[in-house]
């Protein structure tokens, strides 16, 4: 295994990655990244709206959002993992279509683990606590595009990039 490094914009965070040489299959860390770094993003989201829209306290709406976001990296990592077994091939050329059966069917299957969660933290009803999460997911899932995208592309570019070095 060789180690590589990607730095993200410039930024500070360095995500160190152990993969195969030009590996297209997705490893177990990468998944774990993949999962965390959306998990991390679909927390800050989350939180703000529910905190724009006055549902609740900051402590709270964080709160919720980081169960929310646990229960999500679960359930990203087995449906994902699934979806990869059915929708084989290289991942950055997926089209926009098979992005949006990918994006629909597990925001759909989500929304069965998060909406009793929502309910309690909020202290609403089930019927309350669904229309909140079909709002936040309908948010989440404009972000789970546009990072799925990034995501993959920046993957392939780096594998290139270590292929050409190797």
């Known amino acids: 295994m060789q ?4 730095k993200l914009s410039g930024s500070l965070c360095v995500i160190i990655l152990l993969l195969p040489h ?3 299959i997705v490893s177990f860390f990468e998944r774990f990244i993949h999962a ?3 998990e991390t993003g679909a927390v800050l ?3 703000a709206a529910v905190l724009l829209f006055g ?18 990296m679960v359930w990203n990592f087995l449906f994902n993992w699934g979806f990869d077994k059915i929708f084989t091939g290289r991942r950055e050329r997926r089209g926009w279509g098979v992005r949006m059966l ?9 929304l069965f683990f998060t909406t009793p969660l929502i309910a309690w933290f909020l202290q609403i ?5 669904l229309l909140t999460d079909i709002s936040l997911t309908l948010l989440i899932v404009l972000y789970s595009l546009v990072y799925n995208w990034a995501f993959d592309h920046i993957r392939a570019y780096w594998l290139a990039s270590r292929h050409k070095v190797s």
């Open 102 to 110: 990918q994006t629909g069917a597990f925001e759909g299957g989500l």
């Open 3 to 6: 180690r590589g490094y990607l």
């Open 22 to 24: 030009a590996s297209r």
């Open 45 to 47: 989201i989350s939180a």
């Open 55 to 72: 549902l609740s306290h900051a402590g709270t709406a964080f709160g919720m959002s980081v169960a929310v976001s646990v229960t999500a």
């Open 125 to 129: 009803t089930l019927w309350q606590a």
């Open 36 to 38: 965390l770094l959306f």
